[in-house]
């Protein structure tokens, strides 16, 4: 079954970065479009960003030219490097992917952005 595994979430200050890493099973995954997606406390779920099997990528405004989402094939893997956080980015981020028009969501990691 398809399994979506986060992690590289934690507590930072503003202005530093993260990594985070989404190790994807149960997929045939290079030829997978994968996605993050973020949850803020009484928000609905919001695209973050995305990357095709040809690594073109999507970002949502808020996080363009601070964020960048990467995949390495070898590894059935997605990235997402993050710098320049802001409280705002505090969120529980979820790796996505979309296989026979279900999507599927990972655990969630939680990013905490505070001084």
């Known amino acids: 079954q398809v399994q979506l595994v986060e992690s590289g979430g934690g507590l930072v200050q503003p202005g530093e970065s993260l990594r985070l890493s989404c190790a994807a099973s149960?997929?045939?995954?290079?030829?997978?479009?994968m996605a993050w997606y973020r949850q803020a406390p009484g928000r609905q779920r919001e695209f973050v960003a995305s990357?095709?099997?040809?690594?073109?990528?999507t970002y949502a405004d808020s996080v363009k030219g601070r964020f960048t989402i990467s995949r390495d094939n070898t590894k059935n893997t997605v990235y997402l490097q993050m710098n320049s956080l802001a409280r705002e980015d505090t969120a529980v981020y979820y790796c996505?992917?979309?296989?026979?028009?279900?999507?599927?969501w990972g655990q969630g990691t939680q990013v905490t952005v505070s001084s």
């Open positions: 996505n992917v979309v296989r026979n028009r279900v999507n599927y």
């Open positions: 149960g997929i045939i995954f290079r030829l997978s479009n």
């Open positions: 990357i095709t099997t040809i690594s073109r990528t």
